[in-house]
């Protein structure tokens, strides 16, 4: 199992960017699957998270401004963040395990298969 993240960067308060998650040694479509960042000196914490049968999980903080989408031909996950604040910034890491019931979606603990995190910085 690997899961290869990219899309991260550099931008202004209220940009977009969207984060794409390439997966390879499952299918994307039959795991629970989900982005998590995690800020210096804080815990890493979930931002949405989706369910083998495609239902999302939003942290509180990004509702509304995060989504969360599946790409099962390309095998490949996406956030596209909208509207983006400054405490937004932080390292973004994609996840994936193959049993995580739908009520621990937002736990990290959860999740066996981690990328390696990409960065997200946003300048107020």
């Known amino acids: 199992v690997q899961l290869v993240e990219s899309g991260g960067g550099s931008v202004q308060a209220r940009a977009s960017l969207k984060l794409s998650c390439a997966a390879s040694g499952f299918t994307i479509s039959t795991w629970s699957m989900g982005w998590f960042r995690q800020a210096p000196g804080k815990a890493r914490e979930a931002v949405v998270c989706?369910?083998?049968?495609?239902?999302?999980s939003y942290a509180d903080s990004v509702k509304g401004r995060f989504d969360i989408s599946k790409d099962n031909a390309e095998n490949t996950l996406y956030l596209q963040m909208n509207d983006l604040k400054s405490e937004d910034t932080a390292t973004y890491y994609c996840?994936?395990?193959?049993?995580?019931?739908?009520?621990?979606?937002?736990?990290?603990?959860?999740?066996?298969?981690w990328g390696q995190g990409t960065q997200v910085t946003v300048s107020s």
């Open positions: 996840a994936a395990d193959p049993s995580t019931p739908w009520w621990k979606l937002l736990v990290p603990s959860q999740y066996k298969h």
């Open positions: 989706i369910d083998s049968d495609g239902t999302p």
